[in-house]
């Protein structure tokens, strides 16, 4: 990524995944907000600690990331990785320790990307 990409990812109030991208972030929980494209409709917005310390949200209203996540316990580390784009978008989810050592076996999304 060049340098006015990080510098855009590190401005952005939200979590952004790009394709072929892993992040490591701590799971803190979730809410249900009104969707963004559809305010007649509920997201998922899930609270991640980055491995600095700040705090940043990830709206995903995909039903496969959401059955994933009910399985894993708030303050868990996760890696995310992305693949794919548009429809063919699968994440990739896997328990790990604070340094990105896997702890758990990777689950697997195939949704559309939200945001």
């Keep these: ?6 510098w855009a990812k590190k401005q952005s ?6 394709k072929d ?3 490591l972030v701590k799971y803190m929980g ?3 907000v009104p969707n963004r494209f559809d305010v007649d409709k509920e ?3 899930y609270l991640f600690e980055l491995p600095d310390g700040e705090q940043k949200p990830w709206e995903n209203g995909q039903l496969q990331v959401a059955k994933v996540f009910d399985e894993i316990e708030k303050g868990t580390w996760v890696k995310i990785t992305r693949t794919g784009e548009a429809t063919k978008t699968r994440y ?5 320790d604070s340094k990105g050592n896997v702890l758990k ?3 697997q999304a195939e949704l559309e990307e939200t945001s």
């Design 21 to 23: 991208e892993s992040i």
């Design 43 to 45: 997201t998922v917005r």
């Design 92 to 96: 990739e989810i896997e328990e790990v």
């Design 30 to 32: 979730f809410k249900m």
């Design 1 to 6: 990524m060049g340098e006015l990409s990080d």
């Design 105 to 107: 076996k990777a689950k």
């Design 13 to 18: 109030p939200f979590i952004t995944i790009d």
